[in-house]
């Protein structure tokens, strides 16, 4: 079946600019996550949703990143002004939920802001 | 703090040995589990393992757990260069039955 999916996988973007980044979670599976990777790093959370529950925020790093989840399933990850710090490859992924939390990952969008 | 501090950072070995990677972390947990990422990109869920268990085995993978030192190793036996790949722990912020927390991965390079 389709996994997790990630569009665009590249965004190189000038600084100042907003970029929206794009995840599409397996069919089925309520909880999705956004995680931000920097060049060596592990990773580190952003935001989750969990069905119709308020979303877990606190890994935001800023007030220029958002999130949004619609009809419970795609989700948008808003990066506002972008500066060069935000450079990284951003990962999505889903989880049947239910205490279910094996998390499915997409491939990522890697972003550059020059 | 990091939870889920994997180490060594780097390991490169030969095709037929094995790996063995070492994760810790610091607060109670009620899972850990692995993941594998191929260069950069998507990462694949390889095993968890619970808290009340101590060993867990998946083909050529065996994960040991130690709670008392909060500890945790991966093994992969007869490695392969497809083996070639960074390997992650995460594990749950104090109990929480969605959050996980990621470390920074070991890098293992499998020579042919």
């Known amino acids: 079946g389709a996994g997790v999916s990630q569009s665009p996988s590249n965004k190189v973007t000038e600084k100042g600019k907003d970029v929206e980044l794009r995840c599409d979670p397996i069919?089925?599976?309520?909880?999705l996550y956004w995680y931000r990777q920097s060049l060596g790093q592990g990773l580190e959370f952003l935001i989750y949703f969990q069905g119709n529950s308020a979303p877990d925020k606190s890994g935001l790093p800023s007030d220029r990143f958002s999130a949004e989840r619609t009809g419970g399933s795609v989700s948008t990850l808003t990066i506002q002004r972008t500066q060069q710090e935000d450079s990284a490859v951003y990962l999505c992924?889903?989880?049947?939920?239910?205490?279910?939390?094996?998390?499915?990952f997409g491939p990522g969008t890697r972003l550059l802001v020059l | 703090s990091q939870q889920g501090e994997e180490d060594p950072q780097a390991l490169s070995i030969q095709e037929g040995e094995n790996a063995t990677m070492n994760c810790s972390y610091k607060?109670?947990?009620?899972?850990l589990q692995w993941y594998r990422q191929n260069s950069g990109r998507g990462l694949v869920h390889l095993i968890l393992?619970?808290?009340?268990?101590r060993e867990k085995h998946s083909g050529r993978l065996r994960v040991t757990l130690d709670t008392s030192k909060k500890s945790s190793s991966l093994l992969i036996t007869a490695s392969r260069a497809a083996d070639t790949a960074s390997y992650f722990c995460?594990?749950?912020?104090?109990?929480?039955?969605?959050?996980?927390?990621f470390g920074k991965g070991t890098l293992l390079t499998v020579n042919p």
């Open positions: 069919s089925g599976h309520t909880a």
């Open positions: 992924a889903s989880s049947p939920g239910g205490g279910l939390w094996t998390q499915y």
């Open positions: 607060t109670s947990i009620n899972n």
């Open positions: 995460a594990t749950d912020e104090g109990g929480s039955n969605y959050k996980l927390t």
């Open positions: 393992i619970r808290s009340n268990e």
